[in-house]
């Protein structure tokens, strides 16, 4: 069983940065195509960014596109999500989530471990 364990969250201003951290229980986990999703109040979950095993390729949602970094470290068996110039409507809570195989998809209903989430929130 992977566990994932997010962290990072809190309360910013508009045109602000921060830095999300997903850390993975098990080794196994560099092989897994990872997600990050958000969930805002009153709206369905959605894609955000994601990393894929095979090709090694970032995916990003258009509305973060150009914002938000996805990227890895192997050694400490992390993904993390940098987030840039955050706007109010970036608020939600982040979820980190894993897929077993290697190639990335955007559904989540595609990922099998899911972290707890971390709370963003951008004032204005």
């Known amino acids: 069983q992977v566990q994932l364990v997010e962290s990072g969250g809190g309360l910013v201003q508009a045109w602000d940065s921060l830095r999300l951290s997903c850390a993975a229980s098990?080794?196994?986990?560099?092989?897994?195509?990872m997600g990050w999703f958000r969930q805002a109040p009153g709206k369905e979950r959605e894609f955000v960014a994601g990393?894929?095993?095979?090709?090694?390729?970032?995916y990003y949602a258009d509305s973060v596109k150009g914002r938000f970094t996805i990227s890895e470290d192997n050694a400490k068996i992390t993904v993390y999500l940098q987030m840039n110039s955050l706007k109010p409507e970036d608020t939600a809570v982040y979820y980190c989530?894993?897929?077993?195989?290697?190639?990335?998809?955007?559904?989540?209903?595609?990922?099998?471990?899911w972290g707890q989430g971390t709370q963003v929130t951008v004032s204005s």
């Open positions: 098990v080794r196994t986990f560099s092989t897994y195509a």
């Open positions: 989530a894993a897929r077993r195989i290697a190639s990335f998809s955007r559904q989540g209903n595609d990922y099998d471990y």
């Open positions: 990393i894929s095993r095979i090709s090694r390729s970032t």
